[in-house]
Every structure is written in C-alpha cells, then in structure tokens.
C-alpha cells in the first residue's frame, strides 16, 4: 500500500529533471509563456490520470472509503485531484500580487522570476492533492462549476475584445485590400455559421422523431446570427460586419458542442455519441481553452487590456517623477529606485485567470462532475448541454450590449 501511496509522487518526480533545465531559462519576457505551458502540461498530465489514474485510486483506502463506487467516480477523482492542485497554486500566486502596481516591488520578482522554488511548490501541491479527504473534492468539484461559468464568461469577454482590435487594425490600414479583406473573411463566417446550422438540422433533428428541443436551440442560433447582421449595419449603431460574423460562427460551434454532449441513448442525437466525437468536442473545448489563455497572457503586455490594473494616462515609457527625463544613466542605483515603473497588466487577475481555467478544464474532463456516462464518454451529459447552450446566449447577450451600449450612454467609452 505504502508503495500505491507514492504513485502520484513519482508520476509527479518525472517532471524534476525538466523543471529545472526550463526554469533557469525562462526570462522576465517569457514568464507568461511559462504559465501558459505549465497550464497546458496540467491539462495533459489531468488527461493522463483519467484514463489510466481511476483504477490506481480503487487502491488508496483514504479514497475508496465505500464500497459501490463506479469507475467513472474515481475518473472524476483524479480529475479533480489535480485540477485542484493546478487551482490552489494560481490562487496563491493571485492572493500574493494583490496591490502590486509597480515593479520595484518586490512580488514583481516573484512573478517573473523564483521559477524552480514555483516549479517546485506546484509539485507539492499536485501529491498533497491526492491525499486529502473526498469531502474536500466534493467541495470543490461543486466551487468548480460556478468558477467554469466565470471563465466561459471571461472567455466570451476575451472573444469579444479580440473581434473589435481585430476589426479596427485592419479599418485602421486605410486601403482597400484591407476592406475586401474584411469582407470576404466576414461572408465565409456567416456562410460558415449558416451551414453549421444547416449540418446541425441533420445530425441532432432525425426523421422520425420529436426534437422540438434541438430545433429550437439551432433556429435561435440562426435568429440570432442575422440578428447581429442587421443591428451591425444600422446607421444609428454604426457597427462592423466582421465582429458581428465572427460571434455568429462562434455561437454556431457553442451550439454544435452543446448538443453532441447530449447523453448518447438520447434519440435526437444522431452522432449517438460515440468515443471519437466525445473526444473530438473535448480536443475543441480544451483547445479553446489554450487559446482564452494563451490570449490573456499575450494581451496582458498592452495597457489597454482589461487586465490592466488602472487605465494609464500617459505612455508606459514616461516615468512619473517629472524632470527625470534629464538623467543621466549610471548616477547610482539610489535613484533607479525612486522612478517609478508601473506595471502594464494586473499580476492578481492574471493568475486568477488560469485558476478559473483550471475549474473549466476539470469540468470538460469529469462531464461537470457527472459520473452517469460511460467512461468512454467525456463532457457528456444534460449538465454540459445547457451550460453550453447557456453560454451561446450569454454571448450573443453580451455582443448586443456592445452594439446597444454606446447609443444608451453616448459619453462614455466601452471599448
């Protein structure tokens, strides 16, 4: 047993060796590519323990503390056992750049650099998980459904501040290529919005049937991607057709996931669910997951991005003790420290992101903790279907505000 016990250790020991040669070479500019890699490695490593960990936890008794457990439930288990590693270390990280506003801090260096003793201590946290009590599991697999809904929430928000920049970079160039552009990228997203819709119709709304439920979900997303089409090209909205097409295509795909997480004895679900499209959505979800992270990570160099801590009223490169510009370098190390150097993102928000993230990866993988599927299934289940169709709504809810917004309160700015 004692050799059970020290399974996840040694699972956790294989990373050591690479830990240590990536630590010594991330830089002050890589260090949010190393937080995005070490997420990334977390959802492999939670990925590998649910298809091979849920038989190795039968045998640890502080976990089959009851007879009749399924092996779905120690699937879940492992899934969440991990992810709760991966969310307790961010959290830490979130709670200690509380207030950090400049980098002469010194949490900065924390942040940026320290990265074996990080390596290290998520590690720890990773074996420690394995050990706690279910109940504590129970908990958070519970705190991880709402914290998934806060992430897809942030994610719908990263989506959005991407179509705008995207759309106002390519207005900006002033040039007609740049227009057709816009244009022919627009007509495919609506023609690949529409034809989703269509594929739909065929794969979840069989002859024979009564799928009122699913025709509804794939009308209204048709309803609402023209929708966003006419309230866009509104003289009084004045709105862009690209943002408006890509939001379209986007809630075409969270319908499309949404209803191949249909139970698979569910009639009107005519993929039937088998292991290659369970694994097929999953591969999606988690790849845009990847991606709202990467995004984050990447954005946060700009001080206009949400993740900054306060909106800057000047360059980044102006310091903020007048008459320093005058300074000559090498004049001592005393008054490198009185300049102030604010920094270009909010270090607390950032790695409370990947802690949100951490939550939705762990639903993806457990069917948001529902150990009623087959184990072959993943994110299966009627609690998938609605948080994504719910997600879909959100979305468009949140694209028309954008587009109502500026109209109901013309003296502020949105975005």
């Known amino acids: ?139 958070y697999g519970v705190l991880s459904k709402f914290g998934a809904g806060l992430f897809l929430l942030v994610q719908v928000i990263m989506l959005l501040d991407f179509t705008h920049r995207w759309n106002d970079a390519w207005v900006e160039k002033d040039e ?43 009308i209204m997303t048709m309803v609402l991607a023209f929708s966003f089409a006419v309230i866009a090209l509104h003289p009084a909205v004045n709105g862009s057709l690209l943002p408006a097409s890509v939001i379209s295509i986007y809630c075409a795909y969270v319908c499309y996931t949404g209803l191949s997480s249909e139970p698979h004895d569910y009639a009107c679900n005519g993929l039937n669910k088998s292991k290659a499209v369970s694994i097929g959505t999953l591969v999606l979800g988690m790849l845009t997951t990847v991606l ?49 150097r604010p920094v270009s993102y909010s270090y607390s928000f950032f790695h409370l992101i990947f802690a949100l993230a951490s939550m939705y990866s762990a639903m993806l993988l457990s069917g948001w903790t529902s150990s009623t599927e087959s184990a072959d299934l993943i994110d299966v289940g009627w609690t998938s279907v609605w948080v994504r169709i719910f997600t879909e709504w959100v979305t468009a809810g949140l694209y028309l505000w954008t587009l109502a917004a500026p109209l109901l309160f013309p003296d502020r700015e949105f975005y």
């Open 1 to 139: 047993m004692s050799c059970l016990a020290c399974i996840p250790m040694c699972c956790a020991s294989l990373t050591c060796g690479l830990c240590s040669s990536v630590a010594s070479g991330i830089s002050k500019k890589s260090a949010r590519i190393a937080y995005c890699a070490l997420f990334g490695f977390s959802l492999v490593m939670s990925w590998i323990f649910r298809e091979v960990g849920g038989p190795l936890l039968e045998k640890f008794p502080w976990i089959n503390s009851s007879d009749g457990q399924s092996k779905e439930w120690f699937q879940m288990q492992a899934v969440l056992r991990v992810s709760l590693g991966n969310f307790l270390f961010f959290v830490i990280l979130a709670l200690i750049m509380i207030g950090v506003k400049d980098q002469n801090d010194k949490r900065d260096a924390v942040h940026h650099g320290g990265w074996m003793a990080k390596m290290v201590v998520w590690l720890v946290l990773e074996v420690l998980m394995f050990f706690v009590p279910n109940i504590v599991v129970t908990i």
């Open 176 to 218: 007609q290529k740049w227009y057709v552009a816009l244009l022919v990228i627009s007509v495919g997203c609506y023609l690949g919005a529409f034809g989703i819709s269509g594929i739909l119709f065929i794969w979840f709304n069989p002859s024979g049937n009564d799928c009122g439920l699913n025709v509804f979900f794939i």
């Open 292 to 340: 709202s992270v990467l995004y984050s990570a990447l954005r946060a160099g700009s001080s206009t991005t949400f993740l900054s801590p306060s909106p800057p009223s000047s360059p980044r490169s102006k310091p903020l003790l007048e008459g320093d510009d005058d300074v000559e370098e090498g004049k001592g190390k005393a008054k490198d420290k009185a300049e102030s």
